[in-house]
């Protein structure tokens, strides 16, 4: 059973930074994409980015692109979103999520980190 636990989040300013964990377990992560989505309120949650576990090619959404960074630690089992020169509409609960590469749809989830990114 895959277990995904997202950390990390916090309150900060705009143009700060903060680092997303997700530690992932129950598997072999090798034939899998992890992805980072958020969900703001009032609204549907999003894809941010994605990395794949085996060979670390990332994806992006457009607006994250030049401040986000997925990457991930094979040696912790876990993936990492640097977000850097956060902005106030970056705020929202960030999830990672877990699917085979093979497979269209994430199927594992974690709990959430809420990140609040003040003007």
């Known amino acids: 059973q895959v277990q995904l636990v997202e950390s990390g989040g916090g309150l900060v300013q705009a143009g700060d930074s903060l680092r997303l964990s997700c530690a992932a377990s129950g598997r072999d992560f090798n034939p899998y994409r992890i992805g980072w989505f958020r969900q703001a309120p009032g609204k549907e949650r999003e894809f941010v980015a994605a990395?794949?576990?085996?060979?670390?090619?990332?994806k992006y959404r457009e607006s994250v692109k030049g401040r986000f960074t997925v990457s991930r630690d094979n040696s912790k089992n876990t993936v990492y979103l640097q977000m850097n020169n956060l902005k106030p509409e970056d705020t929202a609960v960030y999830y990672c999520a877990a699917r085979l590469i093979s497979n269209s749809d994430y199927d594992s989830w974690g709990q959430g980190t809420q990140v609040t990114v003040s003007s």
């Open positions: 990395v794949n576990w085996g060979d670390g090619y990332p």
